[in-house]
C-alpha cells in the first residue's frame, strides 16, 4: 500500500502522526519539519542568487566621470553634483545623482518573447557602446520634490547626422530616455504612448547640452512631461519636446498581461 504521507504531503502526514504516535515522536516529526522548512528557505535563498548571475557582482555605474568628458561637461557634472551633496538629513535633499546601468537588472530572467541568447545580449540601447565618450556621455540628477529633472549629455562622434551634428534620433533616444526616467521615477514603470519634438537649432557633435525635464501633470495613468534641452549656459535653445507616459504593470513588458 502507498504510505498516506506520500500522497497527501507532510502536513497530512502530520494530522495523521498526531492521531496515531507518541508526544515524543510528534515533536521529533515538527523539529525535522522545522530543518526540513529551514533549509528549503536556504535553497531558495541560494536559488535567487544563483539566478542574478552574473549580475550579482556590483554592475557598473555608466554615469560617473571618465576621461572622455570635456571640461564643461565635467563643469555641470560637478556642479549639479555639488548640489546632491548639501549638508542636511539624506531623505531630505532636493537633488540626487541617478546611477546608470546597461541593464534593468530588475527585468534580467523576464521576457516572454526573448529567447535565452537574446535575453542574455540584451543591454540598454544608450548604454551599448563601450568605448567612453564615443557616443551617449550623460548623467540624470533628480529633483523629486520638484518633480523634475536635469541631465548632463556629452554626444560623441558616433551619433552624427547632419555632418558635425548630432542625429536627430539620436537627440529623440536622449530625450526620450530623460523624459522616461523621470516619469519612472514618479510613477515606477511607464511606457512612451506619445513622443512629439521640435528642433529648433542643431547640436553639434561633441558638444555638451542640458536636457531639463518636468513632470506637468499627471491624469490617472497618464503621465504628461516637457523635455528643452539646452546649450549648458541655458542661452540657447537646441530642441522642445512633450511627451505622454503611461504607467504599465510589469506584465505588459513582457507580454504576460490579460
Ligand atoms: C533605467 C533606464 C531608464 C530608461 C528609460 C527609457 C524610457 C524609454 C521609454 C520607451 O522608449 S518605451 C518604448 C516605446 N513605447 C512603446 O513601445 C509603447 C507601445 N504602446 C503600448 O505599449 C501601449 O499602447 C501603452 C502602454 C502606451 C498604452 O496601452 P494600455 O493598454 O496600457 O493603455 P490604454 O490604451 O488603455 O491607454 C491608457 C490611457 O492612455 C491614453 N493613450 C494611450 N496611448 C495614447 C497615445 N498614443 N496618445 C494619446 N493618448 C494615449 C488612452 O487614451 C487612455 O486614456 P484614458 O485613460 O483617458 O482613456
Known sequence: MIPRSLLFGRGLA?????????????????????????????????????????FNVKPRDFSLPNASW???????????????????????????????YNRVLKYTTGGVYLSKIIQSKARLFTRNIKEPGAAFEYVVFMNKQEKRCVCVFQAGHLLEGPPGHVHGGAVATMIDSVMGTLAGYMSGPVMTANLNINYRSPIPLGSV????????????????????????DESKLHTEATALFVSVNVGHLFGTRF
Request: include cysteine; hydrophobic fraction near 35%.
Open 70 to 100: 570635456r571640461p564643461e561637461m565635467s563643469k555641470a557634472y560637478e556642479y549639479y553634483n555639488a548640489l546632491c551633496e548639501i549638508e542636511g538629513d539624506e531623505k531630505r535633499r532636493l537633488w540626487r545623482k541617478l546611477p546608470s
Open 209 to 232: 547640452v542640458l536636457l531639463h525635464s518636468a513632470l506637468d501633470r499627471v491624469e490617472g495613468r497618464k503621465f504628461f512631461v516637457t523635455c528643452r534641452v539646452t546649450s549648458t
Open 14 to 54: 502530520l494530522s495523521h502522526a498526531f492521531s496515531n504516535q507518541n508526544a515524543s515522536t510528534v515533536h521529533q516529526q515538527l523539529s525535522m519539519t522545522a530543518w526540513n522548512l529551514r533549509s528549503s528557505l536556504r535553497n531558495i535563498r541560494t536559488l535567487s542568487l544563483m539566478s542574478l548571475w552574473p
